[in-house]
């Protein structure tokens, strides 16, 4: 009978399996639609693995800003890096790899991650917030199939109900930072779920919120921020106007309005240079700028000093000092006779020991503009070769070695021009070496006579010079103190662990008081063992309990018996809580 039963399900499988096919050839899928399509979009936006994917995927989208010189920071640069990459350049400039931080594709990854992580986050912090309403779940029926599992036993002449032992057993887990729900305290069998560690999605929740807040901070900066440079020579007063800036960089939504007319004025610069050290004889070990400082015109001056890593605050502005170098002072009288040009000229560091190149441009020299290319030299040596090298930083023996040129400088056209390049390609020399003229060197207090009668040139002393960056970011604070919470929020989610504590009590036949608990953690705990070990003390304690009637030490978590009779606990099984109960 068996055998043709089998034969008969045998048979009608391949008839079965095609009725199926059949019906799902015939089953006609709902269309997603607009609506629906959407909502999927949405949901795979707002997932953590989008979030975590689009936070790598912008680190690496940055890493060609460290690659390719960057139009805010350096416009001459990066107009230099296309000339000298006439192949490429071009199609770097159309992807925008030359504006990395606020190109359209950076901008947004930025957006999407953004919008990715607040739609994790609110989610996530409305299901916490009411998970931290709500009761610890209930007792489960068999507390020996928890990883850490323990019993004990309160003597009869103790006088503890199995109600007074919950209750105190309760008081004990809420002093010890739990949320606790006791359970059918006057039944038979009374027992209580305590749950803690709500602070591990807090800080979770927080890290991820402050990452929103960084973002935004960092959004801020860009669009209300600024930051320019300046060179002062030792004299030079800079005020905070955007005439007073050699190269500016304004935020997209700046607006002249945001600047404080502070001013900032360089008293003297100095340097200290490295005297005892072998192998660092000569190199700079400090540098201090004295100056004097006004919050606006009618404050009082401050005197300050201004060193590298120490900026000066001013009007809501950070003032750097980033770069330092010689100044030679000289003047020029053109063929006229008339002075063209008078004052210090910044030296662009190009060697060691302060080996400085000059490059002077007088626009106003009669009849024919004229223009200077050099070096400077703070202590002059010539070597055998006859080349002359700076041996020195200090200012030991200045030099100032230049050829000078005339015609049409090319100032005129309105085409922007590096104040430390002179372009001699429409110019005519007349000093270099390889002319009758031969160059021009100077020391200070001599002077010199162009040939051809185009003026003369005078070099008068050396001052010193600083570079200073100046930024100003209101979103910097506040990226700040997001931070240090994001930091504090995932110290909180890594350290905090999320614990659940279940006790059952009840009367034995002979009077004693047996007392059952369990805990289990969310997640991996590692510190679980000793909690049970400490909540078990903490109990054994409560009730003076020595040691418990199967001779365990009352300072050791058990680990779940093998059968329900172990330890003496057999009540465990045969005196069950009243009606059908789903183990937890």
């Not at 041996?391 to 400088?409: A, V």
């Amino acid at each position: 009978m068996s055998e043709r039963v089998n034969v008969k399900k045998k048979s009608s499988a391949p008839e079965t399996g095609a009725k199926v096919s059949e019906a799902k050839a015939d089953a006609a899928l709902p269309a997603l639609g607009p609506a629906g399509m959407l909502r999927w979009a949405w949901t795979q936006l707002t997932s953590m693995r989008t979030a975590l994917f689009l936070l790598l995927l912008l680190a690496v989208a940055a890493v060609p800003g460290s690659l390719f010189p960057q139009r805010p920071a350096n416009p001459s640069v990066v107009t230099q890096y296309i000339k000298d990459n006439p192949d490429y350049g071009k199609l770097l400039d159309t992807l925008q790899l030359y504006d990395v931080y606020s190109s359209a594709w950076f901008s947004a990854i930025y957006l999407l991650l953004f919008i990715s992580l607040i739609g994790c986050v609110v989610p996530r912090a409305i299901a916490h917030y009411k998970a931290m309403r709500s009761q610890p779940p209930r007792t489960p029926k068999r507390l020996s199939r928890l990883p850490e599992y323990g019993t004990l036993v309160i003597p009869a002449d103790a006088g503890i109900p199995a109600s007074d032992a919950i209750n105190s057993a309760a008081g004990l887990l809420k002093k010890r930072g739990y949320r606790v729900e006791v359970r059918d305290a006057a039944g038979e069998r009374p027992s209580l779920g305590a749950e803690r560690g709500f602070a591990k999605e807090v800080g979770n929740l927080v890290f991820h919120t402050s990452l929103i807040g960084v973002l935004v901070s960092v959004a801020i900066g860009g669009l209300f921020g600024y930051s320019g440079q300046r060179i002062l020579v030792e004299g030079d007063t800079f005020v905070n106007t955007l005439v007073g800036y050699d190269q500016f960089t304004p935020g997209t939504n700046f607006q002249s309005s945001q600047l404080q007319p502070y001013s900032l004025q360089l008293d003297k610069f100095d340097i200290t240079f490295d005297r005892e050290s072998e192998g660092k004889f000569g190199q700079p070990i400090d540098f201090s700028a004295a100056v004097t400082t006004k919050e606006n015109p009618d404050a009082p001056a401050q005197k300050e000093i201004l060193k590298v890593n120490d900026p000066i605050t001013l009007g809501g502005t950070s003032i750097y000092l980033t770069g330092n170098g010689y100044a030679p002072v000289v003047t020029i009288r053109d063929g006229e006779g008339n002075v063209a040009m008078q004052g210090p000229v910044v030296a662009k560091l190009q060697g060691d020991n302060y080996y400085s190149s000059v490059v002077i441009k007088v626009p106003d020299a009669k009849p024919e503009q004229l223009g200077f290319a050099g070096f400077f030299l703070p202590t002059a040596f010539v070597s055998n070769e006859g080349v002359s090298f700076s041996g020195d930083p200090e200012l030991f023996n200045p030099q100032l070695s230049l050829n000078s040129f005339y015609g049409d400088l090319g100032l005129g056209n309105g085409a922007p021009q590096n104040v430390f390049e002179l372009d001699v390609k429409k110019l005519t020399p007349l000093n270099a070496r390889n002319l009758d003229a031969g160059g021009i060197t100077l020391v200070p207090g001599n002077s010199y006579t162009l040939p051809d009668g185009k003026g003369t040139i005078s070099f008068d002393g050396v001052k010193r010079y600083i570079g200073v960056d100046i930024h100003h970011n209101p979103g910097q604070l506040y990226a700040l103190v997001f931070a240090l919470l994001a930091v504090a929020g995932l110290i909180l989610s890594l350290y905090i662990n999320r614990r659940r504590v279940w006790i059952r009590t009840g009367t034995h036949e002979d009077g004693r008081t047996m007392v059952e608990y369990g805990l289990l953690a969310r997640g991996e705990d590692h510190r679980l063992a000793a909690e049970a070990q400490a909540v078990r003390k903490l109990l054994s304690e409560e009730w003076q309990l020595a040691a418990d009637p199967a001779g365990a030490d009352p300072n050791e978590s058990q680990q779940a018996p093998s059968s329900p009779s172990d330890n003496g606990a057999g009540y465990i099984t045969t005196a069950g809580p009243s009606g059908p109960e789903k183990d937890q």
